[in-house]
């Protein structure tokens, strides 16, 4: 009996030291970076900032967080993706060795022309009469493009298979008012919170510049119908004329995208014509297919 | 080249019987056993089976354990190249996916390298594998087992899991004590009855490195188990909780998860009556928080349904739905006297119920601006507004004569295929489905039988989507088997998909083998489509895609 006491007793204390080995999480929940908003509610014209940036864009970082105070300050109306292009990207050393670069990425830096990181386009619309902007004009250029009237609706569902990686990419396009044949629907995947190092020039020396625990968010993965999309009618589109178009895509084996932190971005834009885009949307999270 | 390694395969199958018998080397014991999957692809656009540029795919290993007194050690080299069609393609290659070494003495065990184990029922920790579903979620690091005393055992263990040729983010570790009330107190109890109760616990510790929420880096989970049997009758229950543990599979909500189960028994004489019921409550667990689908599970809740045989009755497959379900099921088992028939050999009826529906949550806290939930209130205890799936079904098994017998059996199915397989996004609707099958084997003298089976399946879903599909409506299916013992074993069937809905999808899935056995070794061969769908075994299940070709397993043991 002794014996089993003492086995009763040395199992408690164990048992102790492991009741320890949790932690509760109440309120809030949230870290304040946190950047994620409804997509789904408002029918207001959205906005589009393409981010161009690189792994050692010393202030990407800074350009980063203004593009995710825009999405807090205008609430369901600014959708972000990160294209992580020119010689600031190229893998470097050891530290640098993440290869974030995507051939669609490239192709539209060099569609739009290679301009001094961190830049960005919104929606393609020229402001000041650059298409390509540096940080200190965002605020100014989106604010231009608040306000405007939808001429179409977007409805995202993204569904994925959990054990194939095959992604099924439903969008719905309804025509508020009357298109052209210009109109092409283009979908892109983008990916958050992946943890690699960033150059961030806001640390001061002695400190090293080189964040290696930063978190890259909307990074562009790959366009699934190419960058520029899918025409949407061979002639005009008439007002109330809805499209319903379906993807699918497979991850490709042998990719490190994290499903759970994919998120899909479709949009229509007015190719060869304006160039803008007219109207954007994002999903939040993808649905699990079982 | 795939010709070649065709012919290197069946080279293996003739040589391997001779080359896999039991060893004894070094004063200890060599045993293993070793089996190869290989399937020749053909593309068959009509049940959507694509083409495989490899041709033939195939996956194959070897265990191999040596015992020597208290020592053991052993490993398994894998070969997926590339893997099976259904079997995640990031098993991809060949290497030793499984290595141990251990000792044990009276009072210790002690186990280094990868390791399989369960606590309790598995609500909060099991580690195995099943290489049919590609699953492994075995963990490496190390275990030790303390029998201190008579009727009380220990174990504790720490490691990584499994996952794939990779280990999981998050470091697990735990303890669980058994104790066998009968033999730790001997006199107190009536040596007719058997009282178990075991405590265990588990934690996992994964690092937070993201920008979105603040996650627990440490979390943990505990239970406790009470079994008490006797000779006609038999109680378990078990209750687990776990503390809060945002993931992707709950959908990163904060709330702790609990569950319930109790299993009852009673089987005299000529009947035997069960019922089983659980309640669970955000118990997916995992030893990474952003894995999803059949990886790096730390437990495992076991399905409270009948896990069908019939082929047919496999279409709609039922897997505990972790995030949340209630559930029930009864089963009575009655042998029929022989004198009902006036025969001497009586006969076996049994009828089954289960039904699992949703738990009703209602949202406590929750982001403003993006609706996302962090906490809620559950109703645990009561059957919720959404009905998972319903299963009733009956079997009658009689033998008529020496030579005859049958099997019997209706089954009824409601299948929520939009909860189950699709997050209950509206998609495919409600599946409601009869069975009807039945089995007859006659034996036609001491070495030769034949088995038929038949069976049809009416079934439809209250879908407003009709998107093709080439499983819908109704279904026939139809096989022979021809038995001469103790060698050969040769089947043909066909299941046929004649009520889909489109006529181009009307598909026969031909298919037949031919399957030889000598001693430990096992040769099978056959040739036909299968069709894409879900495969489950023992409640843990993974698509299968459709395919048409060669299929050649071979499996022996030493």
Known sequence: MKNYIKSILLISAVLGLFLTACDNIEAPYKKPSDNQIDTTKSNARKIFLEEFTGHRCGNCPEAAELAHEFKAKYPNLVVLAAYHTSSLANPVGKVYSYDFRTPEGNAIEQIVGEAAH????????????????????????????????????????????????????????????????????????????????QTDYRIQPPASPDVLDYVHNNVLRTAVNGIHGDQLSTGIIPANSVFNKKYNYSIPAGKDWRIHQLRIIAFVHDKDASNEILQVEETNKLIFMY | MYKFTIIFLCLISVISPCMLEAQDILGGKLSGNFQLDAQYYQKDTLIGAGDVSEKMLSNGFLNIN?????????????????PLLGIDTRYRGTGIGYRFASFNSEIIEVTVGNFYEQFGSGMIFRAY?????????????LRFKLHPIKGVDITGLIGNQRNFWDKGKGIVRGGSMTLNLN?????????????????????????????????????????????????EFSFETEYAEKNNDPSAPNKYNFNKGRGLLANLSYFPEGLGITLNFHTIDNMDFRSDRDAVGNILNLNFIPPLTKQHIFRLATLYPYATH???????????????????????????????FSQVN??????????????????????????????????????????????????????????NKDVLENEG???????????????????????????????HIWSKQDSVLHVPNTSNGNWAFFL??????????????????????????????????????????RIAFGYGRQRGGILCVGGVCRPVPASNGFLLTISSSF
């Open chain 1, 118 to 197: 961190p830049a960005g386009m919104i929606n393609r619309v020229k402001f000041e009469g650059q298409l390509v902007l540096g940080k200190p004009k965002w605020q100014a250029a989106l604010e231009s493009q608040l306000n405007k009237t939808a001429i179409m609706t977007l409805k995202l569902n993204a569904y994925i298979n959990v054990y194939t990686n095959e992604l099924e990419i439903e969008v719905d396009v309804n025509y508020l008012s009357a298109g052209t044949a210009n109109h092409y629907l283009a979908v892109y995947i983008v990916e958050d919170s992946i943890v690699k190092p």
């Open chain 2, 66 to 82: 040596y015992t020597a007194g208290n020592f053991s050690a052993g490993l398994r080299y894998e070969e997926y190249l590339n």
């Open chain 2, 129 to 141: 594998e099943d290489r049919a579903l590609g699953f492994d979620n075995s963990v490496d690091g």
């Open chain 2, 183 to 231: 033999s730790l107190i001997e006199d107190f109890f009536p040596n007719d009855y058997q009282f178990l109760l075991e405590g265990s616990i588990m934690s996992r510790y994964q690092a937070d490195n993201q920008s979105t929420f603040y996650f627990p880096e440490n979390v943990f989970a505990e239970s406790a188990r009470l079994n008490i049997s006797g000779s």
């Open chain 2, 322 to 352: 972790l995030v949340g379900e209630i559930g029930i099921q009864a089963e009575v088992i009655y042998t029929m006297p022989k004198e009902w028939f006036g025969d001497k050999y009586g006969a076996n009826i049994s009828a089954n």
């Open chain 2, 358 to 415: 949703s738990i009703n949550k209602t949202t406590k806290e929750k982001d403003p601006v993006s609706g996302q939930i962090y906490t809620y209130n559950s109703e645990m205890f009561n059957f919720g507004d959404v009905l998972y799936f319903r299963d009733m079904n009956v079997e009658f098994t009689k033998k008529w004569s020496p030579e005859f017998k049958s099997i019997l059996s209706y089954i009824n199915l409601t299948y």
């Open chain 2, 425 to 455: 996004s509206g998609k495919y609707g409600m599946v409601k489905a009869s069975i009807v099958a039945g089995e007859f084997t006659y034996q036609i003298n001491r070495k030769n039988a034949i088995r038929a089976e038949l069976q």
């Open chain 2, 480 to 521: 022979l088997e021809y038995t001469i013992a103790p060698n050969w074993f040769i089947s043909a069937f066909d299941e046929y998909n004649y009520g889909n809905e489109y006529d181009d999808y009307k598909i026969h899935y031909l298919s037949a083998s031919a399957t030889y056995i000598h001693g430990t070794t």
